[in-house]
């Protein structure tokens, strides 16, 4: 008996011996990256390297602002990512209800064609959405960075899945009481499809604030960048300035993270559920 | 009575029904359908200044075949999804089932696990050229410490293509590990006590139990990343700059697909790799609805 209790700690302690250097290699690189922007250039790349700042600095966040109009950044990314988080809430949700609990000819055919985006890889479109961009006159305003990404198959599949495990019986009461199908939509069921809406804003938020391609292509004037073109843009012109890099760097996943800080359960249950669905 | 009322509400999904997803169906159709069949139309053209396009045949397709840097692109990236997608499922299988074993701590493990999830691949990418720079970077510092000559990790063509697949799968395990964690924690626990009672293992029950039922989840997985691998973009942008001597070394397709619409101005010849892209996933997308029924295990 014993030795059978032995072996399982033996077990449990190389289970955690994995566990932790899996912590340190994915902790690791984001300590460094904070230990960085608190040296000062010099102290960056002495060799050999020094781990910790003798005397930690904070003027490389200040820099950042000095040297690209990092403020205007993060505004364009909060608005882009509110608007098309809130966008493809309402639009999704909207024909997602349609789709799953109303009758009309046509629906399912309608629906399968849609879901026909799904099986293009999302570059597939990126031309010529920029030329239709480029025609409306938008290159390098704030709508640009949005207007396509409003529209979402995936998350329409994602809530019509989530409608049709909700029962009919509180439609029909409504239905019966004079409730207009939209009435139905908006008061009784998108209430009960929180969770729903929840993992979608959660994949859609990850998405918009993360991007890199779209708004690297449509908006090429510093004022106009997200956080992450203007990252890209920064690494291009400052490419040896490692501390104000790791600064601009940190405070652009800083807003994700401590969102991710309160919402653990529904970020995890959010992306658990794609797998699950799938 | 009765009937004048049911037709009413008939009427009334069908007028509802059209206008709840009009919004969506018509933003669709401008910002996806109408670019589907723009990219083969300007495949078979060249777009000019001002983007005028004329008629080029299948001339762009023909350049493709004859473009030696095509092929290294296909190549290139053909590599990454060899190492990227196993090395990520392997990592990510082996940390989840850790994390199922019951042991303490288990929702911190999985919080910390998933933070480079959620942090912007252009910042994490930033991070690692950091890390892996040749002269002042860290980890060739460790390594000379344990004897091992410093590495060019990115401006070496040789190690360049390593490099950013070790910072892709960084990336990319936490994200499979929570969706195969969810998998694991789906499986009734009655399976694993009978196979203790009968004297299975840990690892026994792990292979007779966890992976069979396990397998629709690591299905799911396997072709999410297979085709996000083939679109592997980000990381590369950022780690390598278009003049290291690297660049075409470790380019991948949607990269050489960006840099002919964007930077050369070869807008029709890009629209051809577009395509040629779409079929690869295509292929991907057909060989898992294939694959599903004969492999997968879905009664549980």
Redesign the interface.
């Known amino acids: 008996m014993n030795k059978k209790a032995n072996k399982k700690k033996t077990g449990h302690i190389i289970v955690y011996i994995v566990l932790l250097s899996g912590v340190l290699i994915t902790l690791g690189p984001f300590i460094w990256m904070l230990l960085t922007s608190l040296k000062n250039q010099s102290e960056a790349i002495r060799v050999p390297p020094v781990i910790l700042p003798a005397k930690p600095v904070l003027s490389n966040y200040a820099d950042v602002f000095r040297d690209v109009p990092f403020g205007r950044m993060y505004l364009n990314t909060i608005l882009s990512s509110a608007v098309t988080v809130t966008a493809q809430l309402l639009l999704c949700s909207m024909a997602a209800y349609a789709f799953a609990k109303l009758e009309f000819p046509g629906r399912d055919v309608i629906f399968v064609t849609l879901l026909a985006v799904l099986m293009v890889p999302s570059s597939f479109f990126i031309l010529p959405q920029y030329l239709i961009i480029q025609k409306m006159g938008l290159l390098n305003t704030l709508p640009a960075l949005f207007i396509p990404n409003l529209f979402s198959a995936f998350g329409t599949f994602l809530l019509r899945q989530f409608f049709m495990s909700l029962p009919s019986d509180l439609e029909d009461a409504a239905a019966l009481d004079g409730c207009n199908p939209f009435m139905t939509y908006w008061r009784i069921m998108l209430p009960l499809a929180k969770p729903g809406l929840v993992s979608l804003g959660i994949l859609t938020l990850r998405f918009a604030w993360n991007d890199l391609m779209w708004p690297l292509i449509v908006n090429t004037t510093r004022e106009k960048m997200t956080l992450t073109a203007g990252l890209a843009y920064m690494q291009g012109q400052y490419h040896t300035n490692y501390p104000e890099m790791m600064a601009g760097a940190m405070m652009a996943i800083i807003p994700l993270l401590i969102l991710f800080a309160v919402f653990q359960k529904q970020f995890i249950e959010g992306i658990a559920m794609t797998g699950i669905k799938g | 009575m009765k009937r004048k009322r049911m037709s009413r509400?008939?009427r009334?999904?069908?007028l509802?029904?059209?206008?709840?997803?009009a919004?969506?169906?018509v933003?669709?159709g401008?910002?996806?359908?109408?670019?589907?069949f723009?990219?083969f139309y300007?495949s078979f053209h060249v777009v000019g200044a001002f983007?005028k396009t004329s008629w080029a045949g299948i001339s762009n397709y023909a350049a493709m075949f004859r473009d030696r840097v095509m092929w290294s692109t296909l190549w290139n990236t053909l590599r990454y999804v060899i190492v990227i997608v196993p090395a990520t499922l392997a990592l990510s299988i082996?940390?989840a089932a850790?994390?199922n074993?019951g042991?303490k701590g288990r929702s911190v493990?999985?919080?910390?696990?998933?933070?480079?999830?959620?942090?912007?691949?252009?910042?994490?990418s930033?991070?690692?050229?950091?890390?892996f720079?040749g002269?002042?970077g860290?980890l060739n510092?460790i390594l000379s410490k344990l004897g091992i000559p410093a590495v060019q990790w990115l401006s070496d063509p040789k190690t360049a293509w390593i490099t950013i697949s070790i910072v892709a799968v960084?990336m990319n395990v936490?994200?499979e590990m929570?969706?195969?964690?969810?998998?694991m924690q789906?499986i009734s626990r009655t399976y694993y006590e009978s196979a203790s009672l009968d004297g299975a293992g840990?690892f026994q029950q792990f292979r007779k139990i966890t992976l069979p039922l396990l397998t629709p989840?690591i299905f799911?997985?396997l072709i999410?990343t297979l085709?996000s691998t083939?679109?592997i973009?980000?990381v590369i942008?950022?780690m390598i700059?278009s003049k290291s001597l690297a660049k075409e070394a470790s380019q991948s397709i949607?990269l050489y697909?960006?840099r002919n619409?964007?930077e050369y101005s070869k807008?029709g010849y890009?629209?051809a790799i577009?395509i040629f892209?779409?079929l690869i996933?295509?292929l991907i997308?057909a060989f898992q609805m294939k694959m599903q029924n004969k492999w997968v295990n879905y009664d549980q």
């Open positions: 509400r008939k009334s999904h069908i509802y029904g059209y206008l709840m997803i919004p969506l169906a933003g669709l401008i910002f996806y359908f109408y670019p589907f723009k990219v300007d983007n082996l940390i850790l994390l074993t042991i493990f999985r919080v910390i696990y998933f933070i480079p999830a959620i942090t912007m691949s252009t910042a994490i930033m991070i690692w050229r950091w890390i720079n002269d002042f860290i510092f960084w936490g994200y929570i969706i195969l964690l969810a998998g789906g840990r989840t799911f997985v999410t085709i083939f679109q973009f980000d942008y950022m700059n949607v697909f960006y619409a964007f807008k890009a629209s577009a892209l779409f996933i295509m997308t």
